[in-house]
């Protein structure tokens, strides 16, 4: 089993920056791929970035790209997501997801079998 943790969330003004981290357990992660997807009131899930544990290959959805990096560091067994310029359209519970060794970078909801608790962003205008 897989167990992860967010952390990190809360509210910020527009135009300000959060660090999202997402502690992972249970496995070894030298081959999985790990992703933060985020749901408002009302909308879908939605893919906001992933990353191969093995070579930190990278995919970012079209909504985040420039304002938002994500990052993982081995030894702690942490993935991280930077958020800077955020948006009022930013607010959300972000979630952190977990999946198998993968030949791709997945960008879709159902591709991932572990999933943490999920942590509030808002962003206030």
């Known amino acids: 089993q897989v167990q992860l943790v967010e952390s990190g969330g809360g509210l910020v003004q527009a135009g300000g920056s959060l660090r999202l981290s997402c502690a992972a357990s249970g496995r070894t992660f030298s081959s999985y791929v790990m992703g933060w997807f985020r749901q408002a009131p009302g909308k879908e899930r939605e893919f906001v970035a992933a990353?191969?544990?093995?070579?930190?290959?990278?995919r970012y959805g079209d909504s985040v790209k420039g304002r938002l990096s994500i990052s993982r560091d081995n030894a702690k067994n942490t993935m991280y997501l930077q958020m800077n310029s955020l948006k009022p359209e930013d607010t959300a519970v972000y979630y952190c997801?977990?999946?198998?060794?993968?030949?791709?970078?997945?960008?879709?909801?159902?591709?991932?079998?572990?999933w943490g608790q999920g942590t509030q962003v808002t962003v206030s205008s």
């Open positions: 990353i191969r544990w093995s070579d930190g290959r990278t």
């Open positions: 997801a977990a999946t198998r060794p993968r030949v791709n970078v997945p960008g879709t909801a159902d591709e991932y079998a572990y």
